[in-house]
């Protein structure tokens, strides 16, 4: 079974989370695969990503009996810079690194029984990313979130802006597509560089600025411009750099 699928129609990408035995708890697996989604997303023709679960949890975050290793390369923008809009769905628990997706994305839409936890804080470890969404929501809900680890309501997410519309269970799917149709409706090079001047304004943490730097830095390593910089010293030729990663 494939931990994610990407399904293309009318402009939308619809990414599943597939691995709702496991509550969607993200492994190696799955955060390549949703790094190779994001990267598929940005260079398509598709102009608007909408995040979905299976199962009855949107997901609890990294999968602590296989962590993954490369988990930031499942957050949009981190591992890849993501310009379209990404509409994400949330239902159940939305837990850990899970949070830090809905952070990344532009909007969110959730059912009334959707919980948003982030409980590193209890549990004595954290990957550091979280503390940028003191910069998207009031500064002391984001501490009592973090430093605390209790659980927010969906409701309560609502009232202080991390969620952008309730729904019914049943209704979640329709209504986060409905977002991403008329998304596709609206002109995307606007869409675009308002997003970016909006990022600007929402800077990134630091926590997020330094994961997003080191998978920058790690595609230009893997690139075929390195491979053809080391074959050409090795050949004593002048390099033929295509700036393709």
């Known amino acids: 079974m494939n931990e994610i699928i990407y399904e293309s129609s009318d402009g939308i990408a619809r990414i599943v989370l597939n691995r709702a035995e496991k509550r969607n708890a993200i492994n190696e697996a799955m ?40 988990f930031p390369l499942a957050i949009p923008g981190i591992g890849i810079d993501v310009t379209k809009p990404v509409v994400i769905a949330v239902d159940g628990w939305c837990t850990g690194g899970a949070v830090v997706m809905v952070q990344m994305a532009d909007i969110c839409v959730a059912t009334e029984r959707a919980k948003f936890l982030y409980p590193e804080a209890k549990r004595g470890f954290t990957g550091g990313m979280i503390a940028g969404i003191a910069n998207r929501i009031p500064h002391k809900i984001a501490m009592e979130m973090m430093l605390l680890g209790d659980e927010i309501s969906a409701r309560r997410a609502y009232e202080v802006g991390f969620v952008n519309k309730l729904v019914a269970p049943e209704e979640l799917n329709a209504v986060a597509m409905d977002y991403a149709r008329r998304l596709t409706r609206c002109a995307p090079l606007v869409v675009a560089q308002l997003k970016q001047m909006a990022a600007e304004l929402v800077p990134l943490g630091s926590a997020e600025r330094s994961a997003q730097l080191r998978y920058a830095l790690q595609a230009i390593r893997e690139s075929d411009d390195a491979k053809e910089g080391v074959a050409s010293f090795i050949e004593k030729r002048m390099p033929a750099f295509t700036g393709k990663l």
């Open 31 to 70: 955060a390549i695969g949703l790094y190779e989604a994001w990267k598929h997303f940005q260079s398509s023709d598709d102009r608007v990503a909408v995040v979905i679960p299976a199962g009855d949890d949107f997901s609890v975050g990294a999968d602590i009996k296989s962590r993954p290793q490369n």
